[in-house]
Structures are given as C-alpha cells and as structure tokens.
C-alpha cells in the first residue's frame, strides 16, 4: 500500500523547535526545517502497525538517550547514540559514564 499524506502541521519540540508532523496512512512522522527525520522528547517515526515499533531519530540519525532508539514487536530492541548502532551494555556503560561526568562537573 502506497504511503499517502493525510495531514501536515507545523508543532514545538520538547527543545521549543519548530518541527513538521507528517501524518499518513502508515506512520507518523516528524521532520526538521531541513526536512530531516528529526524529533526531540519522543520518536520521530510511529508506525500505525504496532508490529513495526516506533524509530527515535535526531536530525536524521538514530538516538535515543533513556532507551533503544528503534523498537519493534517481538521485543526487538535497538540502541544507538548519534547514528552508531551500539550493543545494550555499551549503551548503558556510556549513559552512565555521561551522567557520572554531569554530577561531578555540578
């Protein structure tokens, strides 16, 4: 089935951005000023098929920072961090070196 655009509208971020929320027969999407795949706070890609899962994406690339940045049913789970694909423990070895650094620098 082909994607077709049912509405568009511009909406702010969770960073007070603006950005473009595409909805269409498949999914909804969000995108940047510079049309790229792209949101802050929550996925930027939620499938109406809930076998599909939901894709976090920040200015075009895969990142999620408090989880898996693609989730699919079957409780299969991807994480990555500015567009690297990393392993789970990698993941959760570099948030906590990351929120190790903010307390010691507050």
Same mark, same amino acid.
């Given at each position: 089935? #082909?994607? =077709?655009? %049912?509405? @568009? &509208?511009? %909406? %702010?971020?969770?960073?007070?951005?603006?950005? %473009?929320?595409?909805?269409?027969?498949?999914?909804?999407?969000?995108?940047?000023? &510079?049309?790229?795949?792209?949101?802050?706070?929550?996925? +930027? /890609? /939620?499938?109406?098929?809930?076998?599909?899962? =939901?894709?976090?994406?920040?200015?075009? =690339?895969?990142?999620?920072?408090?989880?898996? +940045?693609?989730?699919?049913?079957? =409780?299969?789970?991807?994480?990555? $961090?500015?567009?690297?694909?990393? @392993? &789970?423990?990698?993941?959760?070895?570099? #948030? $906590?070196?990351?929120?190790?650094? &903010?307390?010691? @620098?507050?």
């Amino acid at each position: 089935k #082909m994607e =077709q655009t %049912i509405e @568009s &509208k511009e %909406i %702010i971020d969770s960073d007070g951005n603006v950005i %473009i929320e595409v909805v269409t027969n498949n999914a909804i999407n969000y995108y940047n000023k &510079k049309n790229d795949v792209h949101r802050i706070g929550g996925p +930027a /890609i /939620i499938y109406r098929d809930y076998k599909a899962g =939901q894709r976090w994406i920040k200015n075009g =690339q895969y990142h999620r920072e408090d989880g898996p +940045a693609v989730t699919t049913e079957g =409780q299969k789970y991807l994480y990555f $961090l500015h567009g690297e694909e990393v @392993s &789970k423990e990698e993941f959760y070895r570099r #948030m $906590l070196k990351r929120r190790s650094e &903010k307390l010691k @620098s507050s």
